[in-house]
């Protein structure tokens, strides 16, 4: 199957498919784009395709267009660094890197091809044979190769085939309910967020309202021009929201969602108390879809992400694998429609990851007698930057390659706007001459996406260890 002509197929062709500006195209228009976008890339588009677009209708057509060929599109995250390109390019073995709306590549291509619509197609950068196999990962009918932690780190290439898209957007909708009559204010960025999020409401027949502005007046417009029914963003952009003096509630919004982040309570009072309606916490993971959503105690227990969606189980065990009482905390498992087809490099198949169709999330969660679920923190203290995964591991070994730097432990310190932001602490190779903060700084800002640079530098002289030897978080 492909996911796009699945998409089409149930279309209303005169109804809206998208919204930017003054501007709306229905599906019949969107589906035109799509195909004159499709001949353009001919067969290339048939092979592993890199993304570079912002957010907008091109992001959209182009995506489509790759995927009705028959490619693999790999989103090309804007916040990636030099090197993480370079990592995504060898990682993926990537056999073309579209560029789209002003987007460049940091070096020149072998080869490049114009494409109409302020594109090009930049192909023969692929020097040697992927790490993984070719073969396997064709057996799955793959449409979608993303990263979990917006960077190319070890076992994080999270492989997607058509039907695996198919079933996570039917599966995570049961109570979302989007549908034709919906209007959905859209915020977050499309290289993180399309596979579950974009593809669900067209495949759903909804109109999705493309706002680029962050800023909590122009979200509130856009809500009110527009009869907004569904908001779905991050705590980063409802804190806005709800800070704007302009905005006020909107008769039309239906369901406002918050995820990629953890919902502060302030956040959830301040949102109902502007919106007059309160936001339903969600959980969402790349190689789960949208598993979780607290429909039923956003008010009472807005800090929760509530219960499953239908078809989807969890389960909370201890260390042993065992599942824990109620109120225990322990290790979140997940089971349902949709899930992960493979890990990229080194090549897992779905059935080395999953114990016996479980998932195991990584996070450390408890639920209560009324079975709504509380996620407690990550088992690998990922730091969430605005929504945004930053993982000290990575901020680590990037610290420790300097010369002047022993040792690092990177942690989490709040922050107002961002929730939380990555703060280092540092064992000089030399405690005499220990490295300027601005050499740091030079240091990660040349390896790493902004969001995961350090805003603060603390020298130590030793970093506490456990008995085996790991860091202590």
């Not at 500006?21 to 976008?37: H, K, M, P």
């Not at 959905?184 to 593809?199: D, G, K, N, Q």
């Not at 030399?430 to 603390?458: F, H, I």
């Amino acid at each position: 199957m492909n996911i796009v002509d699945e998409i089409f197929s149930r279309a209303d062709r005169t109804a809206t498919a998208l919204i930017a500006g003054d501007q709306s195209w229905s599906f019949g228009s969107l589906e035109t784009l799509v195909q004159q976008a499709a001949a353009q890339l001919g067969s290339d588009g048939r092979q592993r395709v890199g993304l570079n677009c912002p957010n907008g209708v091109p992001h959209i057509v182009w995506s489509l267009a790759v995927l009705r060929c028959g490619g693999v599109l790999v989103p090309v995250a804007p916040e990636l660094s030099t090197m993480e390109r370079d990592q995504l390019l060898e990682t993926t073995g990537l056999d073309a890197v579209l560029c789209a709306e002003g987007k460049t590549w940091h070096h020149p291509a072998p080869q490049t091809k114009l494409l109409e619509g302020n594109a090009a197609l930049l192909t023969g950068f692929r020097t040697k044979d992927p790490v993984f196999s070719e073969a396997a990962l064709a057996a799955v009918n793959p449409a979608l190769i993303r990263f979990t932690s917006g960077t190319t780190g070890r076992r994080k290439g999270v492989v997607l085939s058509h039907e695996t898209l198919f079933a996570r957007v039917r599966a995570s909708n049961t109570r979302l309910n989007i549908g034709p009559g919906d209007r959905v204010i859209w915020t977050l960025p499309m290289a993180h967020h399309f596979a579950v999020s974009i593809i669900l409401y067209l495949l759903h027949g909804a109109t999705t309202v493309i706002e680029t502005s962050h800023l909590g007046e122009d979200v509130a417009r856009a809500l009110m021009q527009h009869e907004g029914t569904v908001l779905y963003a991050s705590p980063f952009h409802h804190a806005l929201l709800a800070s704007c003096e302009q905005a006020q509630p909107v008769p039309s919004l239906r369901l406002a969602v918050s995820t990629a982040a953890a919902l502060p309570a302030a956040t959830a009072e301040a949102f109902r108390q502007r919106l007059g309606i309160p936001l339903r916490q969600a959980m969402g993971i790349i190689e789960c879809g949208l598993p979780l959503l607290n429909d039923l105690w956003p008010e009472a227990k807005p800090d929760s992400v509530g219960r499953p969606q239908e078809g989807y189980e969890i389960s909370i065990r201890d260390e042993n694998g065992n599942a824990v009482s109620p109120g225990t905390v322990g290790d979140l498992f997940l089971r349902g429609p949709g899930f992960v087809d493979a890990y990229l490099a080194p090549w897992t198949p779905r059935e080395e990851i999953l114990r016996d169709g479980w998932f195991h999330a990584g996070d450390q969660a408890r639920i209560d007698q009324d079975g709504a679920v509380f996620l407690v923190g990550r088992s690998h203290s990922v730091i969430n930057v605005g929504g945004m995964k930053c993982f000290p591991e990575e901020v680590e070994t990037t610290l420790n390659q300097h010369p002047a730097v022993s040792e690092s432990r990177v942690s989490a310190m709040a922050h107002a706007t961002f929730g939380s932001v990555p703060v280092a602490e540092i064992v000089p190779a030399d405690a005499a001459a220990p490295p300027k903060m601005s050499e740091l700084s030079g240091w990660c800002r040349a390896r790493l996406s902004n969001y995961k640079l350090p805003v603060k530098y603390t020298f130590v002289p030793a970093i506490p260890k456990t008995p085996s030897g790991k860091i202590q978080r």
